[in-house]
């Protein structure tokens, strides 16, 4: 994917090696993304182990506001467009609540929730 030459076209050998090298460093940085969704969502997954224990709801509408305000001041600091962000911490949103709600209904039912089956985070969580 980051050393494909197919649409360089007439591009010369210096042009390809910087192309090269910024695809290089774009796979770098959406490993490192993967890697910290992962960890958020451990966090998440336990989150959502907390609230079905103690009956809380698997949405929190408050905490979520605060967490989308939040991400829209970081991306205004770091110069990435804040509907862009806040629509990427919606998506979050809504499948770590898809998962808290799953938590509560094994918990619910006695089942034990499986780690295997709740793999994201709840944005605010």
């Known amino acids: 994917m980051t050393t494909s030459n197919t649409a360089t076209g007439d591009a ?3 042009v390809r090696e910087e192309l090269a090298r910024l695809r290089d460093s774009i796979d770098n940085i959406d490993a490192a993304v993967v890697h910290m969704l992962a960890e958020r969502f451990k966090c998440t ?3 959502g182990r907390l609230k079905a224990e103690h009956q809380l709801p698997p ?3 408050d905490r979520e506001a605060r967490q989308i305000a ?3 001041a970081l991306a205004e600091n ?3 467009d804040p509907a862009f962000a ?3 911490l919606n998506f979050i949103i809504a499948e770590v609540i898809h998962h808290h709600e799953r938590i509560a209904e094994d918990t619910v039912n006695g089942a034990t929730p499986s ?3 709740t793999t994201t985070s709840s944005p605010g969580e």
Do not use: M
């Open 86 to 88: 806040e629509k990427f």
């Open 115 to 117: 780690a295997n089956r």
């Open 45 to 47: 997954q336990q989150v």
């Open 12 to 14: 010369g050998p210096a």
């Open 70 to 72: 939040r991400l829209r």
């Open 59 to 61: 949405a929190d509408p």
């Open 78 to 80: 770091a110069k990435l």
